[in-house]
């Protein structure tokens, strides 16, 4: 079954088309990230303008895959099984461009279209085949409804999962942790009580120069410095590390403590007190507090729950470090989970895992019904069809 799936949720505008839920046959993403920076922060109404600009040439892209038709209209219809559609969490703005486009594409085409919400999705991308093939089949499914029973059977990557596993969803927006027993089977345990770990990181960013680049420019930073060569002279909180609060995260706290650090710094020696060197460590403490929280508590509700398999997944899984530490604290502890975490560049957003989601855990709907939800809901309890 072919997916086409398109994502609009914030910056990115995405467009794949995914076979069976792990084959990727196209992944096209366009970024309005840049646009933002000078701004120091997101711009809804830009976002929105961008995806409204970006849209139709990045489906276009995605579907020069497929054999054309005579028109775009013919090639969809013949060649794709579902559309799929992130209808949110996110901005309106944008979500507003991707699904009403959706919904036109569906109504024009006849093709069954599925919601798909985006914070449950990211872990879906742990479920692709990272192999990889832009093998097209020429040949249309002929089946056109999605049954529950075939999305049970495990495929390519997602047949490597053992269940059940625990995930842990780390976005901009979101910090999330799932019990997962089968690809459509989810409970959600908890989640962030405040900020999202990517917002600690990104707000970290900004006070310390580093304009919207958020996590990324963080992690680079903090390769600067080498604890083992300067003594510590920063220590930062590792929140909610307790029992009482087993799946409940809090980065708002961390993240005022920066604040404080960096207002005491400034204060202490005029300009001079964030030298580079000092940057570097705030940046390192930082990135070491946030992963240290996140693997400490996924692993602690992995024991809880007898999991097989951990899954990492949302944009600040691309964070090599908390990959790293997962790994080392498995082995230190000698636990036979196995860990998975989709490549980079399916960690941030794009639409290969709305397509996956789709096809796991996604349930048609006519068109009509289709509406963006920016607040939709992450707390989720699935035991059998989805959103
Ligand atoms: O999943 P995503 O692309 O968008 C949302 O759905 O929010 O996640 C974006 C978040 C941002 O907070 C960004 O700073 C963070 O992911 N991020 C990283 C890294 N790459 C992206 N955080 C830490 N280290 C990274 N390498
Ligand atoms: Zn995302």
Excluded at 24 to 29: A, F, M, Q
Excluded at 362 to 381: C, R, Y
Aim: proline content about 4%.
């Amino acid at each position: 079954m072919k997916i086409l799936a398109i994502e609009s949720s914030c910056d990115e505008t995405a467009c794949a088309i995914v076979e069976d839920g792990v084959k990727i046959l196209s992944n096209v993403v366009a970024s309005s990230k840049e646009l933002h920076h000078k701004y120091g922060g997101i711009m809804p109404e830009l976002a929105a303008r961008e995806q409204l600009s970006s849209i139709l040439p990045v489906i276009k892209e995605a579907l020069k895959v497929l054999p054309q038709e005579k028109n775009h209209i013919l090639t969809i219809s013949k060649h794709i099984d579902a559309i799929a559609i992130t209808i949110g969490p996110g901005l309106i703005g944008s979500l507003l461009i991707g699904v009403e486009t959706a919904k036109t594409m569906a109504m024009l085409t006849g093709v069954p279209i599925i919601p798909v919400n985006h914070v449950l999705a990211h872990m879906y991308a742990n479920f692709i085949d990272s192999r990889q093939s832009s093998v097209v089949s020429h040949q249309k499914n002929t089946n056109n409804s999605l049954k529950a029973e075939d999305r049970n059977l495990p495929a390519g990557k997602a047949g490597l999962i053992a269940f059940s596993a625990i995930s842990l969803v780390v976005s901009g927006g979101h910090t999330e942790l799932y019990l997962m027993k089968s690809p459509n089977k989810l409970t959600w345990l908890g989640g962030t009580l405040d900020d999202a770990a990517g917002e600690c990181f990104d707000k970290t960013a900004r006070l310390l120069g580093f304009g919207n680049e958020g996590g990324v420019a963080i992690a680079k930073a903090a390769k600067w410095h080498h604890p083992s060569k300067k003594p510590s002279i920063i220590k930062l909180p590792r929140p909610m590390l307790d029992e009482k609060n087993e799946y409940n995260f809090s980065f708002s706290g961390l993240k005022s403590a920066i604040v404080r650090l960096v207002t005491t710094l400034k204060a202490k020696t005029s300009d001079q007190s964030l030298t580079p060197d000092v940057i570097a460590h705030l940046a390192y403490e930082t990135q070491d507090a946030i992963t240290d929280v996140l693997v400490k508590k996924t692993l602690m509700a992995a024991k809880k729950h007898n999991a097989k398999s951990i899954l990492l997944s949302g944009g600040v899984a691309a964070n090599i470090k908390l990959r790293e530490k997962f790994v080392t604290h498995m082995k230190q502890s000698q636990s036979s989970l196995s860990f998975h975490v989709p490549p980079v560049e399916l960690c941030t957003d794009n639409a290969v895992y709305i397509a996956s989601c789709a096809y796991f855990l996604g349930k048609t709907d006519s068109w009509q019904k289709i509406a963006a939800a920016p607040d939709l809901s992450v707390e989720i309890n699935l035991v059998k069809e989805a959103f």
